[in-house]
């Protein structure tokens, strides 16, 4: 479909899963705005752009109004994507869509090892009788082995439960949780070296709820939990994913809703309720970066 390229960066402007603050759907399109202030070389010397070969395919056309027809269309833009082995970074969008996603990776790599970053286990059966939502992406990752729970590791869970052990199902998976209590007050560059070891060569997929960041960072996301990583834990994480074999990442429930004003006056001036300085979008744009950076191929600094 897009022959040449080594990875590449796509929207997918769906929040029909989302359970509390729409919105998500704006989120390819924010990143996007506040990618601007990027520039070609990491803080770390980096210059993937040299290295290999990168574009925006735009956004995944879908049915936003059926959610199973819209994971449909994401399953099958992604396995054209990929099928030459382009890797994408996607711009979510809430974790509904990392479900088709990895559905087409596993058609392509069978299945692999998962890094999670979230405020949430998200393997919930069902959300109000639904089985395909935000809430439940990983139960049906684990359903039809496209990961492998024995290689899959949660960081940053925290929030209430609907249960006393809110963690025990993915734990007796296999799962490795990292809960956000183990996170607080240290580097979490130690950890990455274990999840190196512990993936391995195997290929591996990197999926980042910006609700894993502290909403005093991020506040912009549809299911803010107090207690969360820090941006520098974050960049940790990211740049800890360097060495891995990954065939994919992405970076969800970005939430950035606009509100039109004096209509009247004719300024139509925005002002989004959730995030007002449109940090969350900016941090997401670095994150993606950073995951680019860490991509195989992208040469580290001499």
Known sequence: ????????????????????????RLGPR????ESVLLRPYS???????????????????L???????????????????????????????DHTITYPILQAVKARYGPVGLVHVDAHNDVSDTMLGAKITHGTPFRRAVEEQLIEPHATVQIG????????????WQISQGFRVVPVEECWYRSLAPLMEEVRCLMGNRPVYLSFDIDAIDPGFCPGTGTPEIGGLTPIQALEVVRGCAGLNLVGCDLVEANKVLMATNYDEKLFQVAPPYDFEGTT?????????????????VKAPQ
């Not at 390229?5 to 919105?23: E, H, I, K, M, Y």
């Not at 924010?30 to 705005?33: D, K, P």
């Not at 869970?157 to 025990?168: K, N, V």
């Open 1 to 24: 479909m897009h022959p040449g390229l080594d990875a590449c960066f796509v929207g997918v402007p769906l929040d029909t899963g989302t359970s509390n603050r729409s919105g998500t």
């Open 30 to 33: 924010q990143i996007r705005c």
């Open 43 to 61: 803080a770390k010397g980096h210059d993937p752009y040299s290295c290999i070969n990168v574009a925006d395919v735009g956004d995944v056309s």
């Open 63 to 93: 049915n936003m109004y059926n959610l199973p027809d819209a994971c449909k269309d994401i399953q099958q833009r992604y396995a054209q994507l990929i099928q030459d082995g382009c890797i994408p970074l996607t711009m979510g969008g």
């Open 157 to 168: 869970l925290r929030g209430t439960s609907h249960a006393a052990e809110g963690h025990a």
């Open 281 to 297: 979008a900016l941090t997401g744009a670095n994150l993606l970066f950073e995951m680019l950076c860490s991509l195989p191929g």
